[in-house]
């Protein structure tokens, strides 16, 4: 199975900050045949279902706002908020989807101060 | 519009079967995958398995020896059954569908499962 390791665990910020979170995978997420990376980034907000805000590493699902931005390739893999709002606390978590079975990060925990 | 529900028992004994549905809408389930998905009280993400389009299944390894998906396409479901339950299997169990590079574009809303007895 291919492990996801996702960085920090928690952060705490304040509204307006810059802030960015990591995702690392044991292996590739590169597909050759098409050269897209299989990596999604969610959005959980407390009793909610997770909701897509990346795929692909760096295309926002639609009606994201662009503040959320994603970016790398391969194995590390990056989410930055340009500046935080206060409706941006919740739980990040990315996703790979380039083998079976799929697997998450343990996710990040982003709260205000 | 794409919508999935979740519907199964609220509270399940431990030792026994769970078994959800998965009701969708606004396509068909012989032209995308539909996915599940868990989350302990409390904790992370866990894909748990997937019901392809042409009727192939895959899980994860962790949950294989106890866990079945199958459907119906003339109902527009998809049935997770899972066995043997024990207190760590309490949680909110998602079916997902994907979108463009197989991230879960579309969610249910959950349903909460409580092993207990």
């Known amino acids: 199975d291919i492990l996801i390791n996702q960085s920090p665990a928690s952060l705490t910020v304040s509204a307006g900050e810059k802030v960015t979170m990591s995702c690392k995978s044991s292996?590739?997420?590169?597909?050759?045949?098409?050269?897209?990376?299989?990596l999604a980034w969610y959005q959980q907000k407390p009793g909610q279902f997770p909701k897509l805000l990346i795929y692909?590493?760096?295309n926002r699902h639609t009606g994201v706002p662009d503040r959320f931005t994603g970016s790398g390739s391969g194995t590390d893999f990056t989410l930055t908020i340009s500046s935080v709002q206060a409706e941006d606390l919740a739980d990040y978590y990315c996703?790979?989807?380039?083998?079976?079975?799929?697997?998450f990060g343990a996710g990040t925990k982003l709260e205000l101060k | 519009q794409v919508q999935l529900t979740e519907s199964g028992p609220g509270l399940v004994h431990p030792s026994e079967t769970l078994s959800l549905t998965c009701t969708v809408s606004?396509?068909?389930?012989?032209?995308?995958?539909v996915y599940w998905v868990r989350q302990p009280s409390g904790k992370g993400l866990e894909w748990m398995g997937r019901?392809?389009?042409?009727?192939?299944?895959s899980y994860n390894s962790a949950l294989k020896s106890r866990l079945s998906i199958s459907r119906d396409t003339s109902k527009n479901q998809v049935f997770l059954k899972m066995n043997s339950l024990q207190t760590d299997d309490t949680g909110t169990y998602y079916c997902?569908?994907?979108?463009?590079?197989?991230?879960?574009?579309?969610w249910g809303q959950g349903t909460l499962v409580t092993v207990s007895s």
């Open positions: 996703e790979q989807t380039y083998s079976y079975p799929y697997t």
């Open positions: 997902t569908r994907e979108g463009l590079r197989r991230a879960f574009a579309y």
């Open positions: 692909g590493a760096s």
């Open positions: 292996q590739s997420l590169l597909y050759s045949e098409n050269n897209q990376d299989y």
């Open positions: 019901m392809r389009y042409n009727g192939d299944t």
């Open positions: 606004g396509f068909s389930l012989t032209g995308y995958s």
